[in-house]
Nanobody, 126 residues
């Protein structure tokens, strides 16, 4: 099992930047594929970005491609999401998720993840 705790959310103006962190504890973080999802009020949880266990493969939703960067530091058991050029439509609760994944793949569907953090609020004002 792995426990996940997100941090780094907050209020930022449109065009600004934030970096989210997801600290993992429990079983070896480097054996997990991890990802970021977000959920805005009244909307379904949606995929944002994913990375495989080694960090060699990443995938992004079209809505964030070129603005968000997912990365991980397995030595520090931490996942990151660097967000730039933020837009009001990026406002949501952001969740990190983990799933055992030594095959080298990443996962983009919420149902593929077994472990979730509690979320961190990101609010982008116009």
């Amino acid at each position: 099992q792995v426990q996940l705790v997100e941090s780094g959310g907050g209020l930022v103006q449109a065009g600004g930047s934030l970096r989210l962190s997801c600290a993992a504890s429990g079983r070896t973080f480097s054996t997990y594929a991890v990802g970021w999802f977000r959920q805005a009020p009244g909307k379904e949880r949606e995929f944002v970005a994913a990375v495989n266990w080694s960090g060699s493969s990443t995938y992004y939703a079209d809505s964030v491609k070129g603005r968000f960067t997912i990365s991980r530091d397995n030595a520090e058991n931490t996942l990151y999401l660097q967000m730039i050029s933020l837009k009001p439509e990026d406002t949501a609760v952001y969740y990190c998720a983990a799933q055992l994944g030594l095959s080298g793949t990443y996962y983009i569907r919420a149902r593929e993840y077994d472990y979730w953090g509690q979320g961190t609020q990101v609010t982008v004002s116009s």
